[in-house]
């Protein structure tokens, strides 16, 4: 009788790590959702651009300085529909089942997730990105006023870069590692 309610308990347990398919689910069309709303932002953003040429020169720069604020904004859209993906794949490699079609497939091996560390490398790394993308959105609105300001838009550039060096040492490392397991 006991072994009978440990294998039902344990069968109950087992199956709870199913709840997991809401996150999948929800990443998935939250994802999708921002992939459609950066793409139409998209269509409308190269519509605007029909009578770029005809502008004055002050209209013209106008128009280029909403025009790059506005691309920005469509990587940072098209980052953050990337990352609920990634989160949306892994969580279901991780804690449903492996997905067959991604083993078969000759494509690349980014969105393979083996565990948890995978999933949290990839989407740091997305993170990251969208972070350097923000700084790129605010850096170009900047005014400097000072010497102060421009010393830490240097620093901020700085720590942008060392962010990114960090990133590709670390990966670098780990296939290192990776390789010497291997051997």
Sequence with gaps: MLRLIEWIF??????SRLVVL??????????????F??????????????????????????LHDQTIKHVVQVIDGYLLATVLLIFSLG??????????????SSASRILSIRNLDD?????????????VVKFFDHA??????????MLYF??????????????????HHNAKSGDEKRH
């Design 10 to 15: 344990e069968g109950i347990l087992w199956n």
């Design 119 to 131: 999933l949290k490398n990839r989407l740091a790394k997305v993170i990251l990105m969208i972070l």
């Design 154 to 171: 240097a620093g901020g550039i700085a720590l942008v870069g060392l962010a990114l060096f960090l990133t590709h040492a670390a990966e």
């Design 37 to 62: 709303v950066t793409s139409v932002d998209v269509y409308y953003l190269v519509s605007e651009l029909g009578h770029y040429a005809g502008l004055e020169q002050g209209d013209r720069a106008n």
């Design 140 to 149: 170009i609105g900047m005014k400097f006023e000072s010497a102060t300001g």
């Design 91 to 104: 969580l279901y490699e991780l804690f449903i089942s492996r997905i067959d079609q991604a083993d078969d």
């Design 22 to 35: 809401v996150a999948v689910v929800a990443s998935l069309i939250v994802s999708l959702a921002v992939f």
